[in-house]
């Protein structure tokens, strides 16, 4: 499966940013989609996932602030971002964990500042 991320940018603290996830490939062997965050120093973590029976997942730091819809018509997992704080920045990637394997798509940058 092939991930194109994309949506990345600045943002001031308290704004919101879409990221956005595009999939192809052997749709159907996708079992879960999901978004990781790396900032620098720090390890890759998992900050939303959504399985293939719609139930998501979300990491303590950005429940209630950070949503992960999909468009399974255009294949898409979007990661919608509210309420960003510095603790935010970093570089975000689309994951997918499919029966073939996992895959990863490039990283979009995510700046949170004033």
């Known amino acids: 499966v092939q991930l194109q991320a994309s949506g990345g940018g600045l943002v001031q603290p308290g704004g919101s940013l879409r990221l956005s996830c595009a999939a192809s490939?052997?749709?159907?062997?996708?079992?879960?989609m999901d978004w990781y965050r790396q900032a620098p120093g720090k390890r890759r973590d998992l900050v939303a996932r959504?399985?293939?029976?719609?139930?998501?997942t979300y990491a303590n730091s950005v429940k209630g602030r950070f949503t992960i819809p999909r468009d399974t018509v255009k294949n898409t997992v979007y990661l919608q971002m509210n309420s960003l704080n510095f603790e935010d920045t970093a570089v975000y990637y689309c994951?997918?964990?499919?029966?073939?394997?996992?895959?990863w798509g490039q990283g979009t940058q995510v700046t949170v500042s004033s």
């Open positions: 994951h997918a964990d499919t029966s073939l394997g996992t895959d």
């Open positions: 490939g052997r749709i159907s062997s996708i079992n879960v």
């Open positions: 959504i399985d293939s029976d719609g139930h998501t």
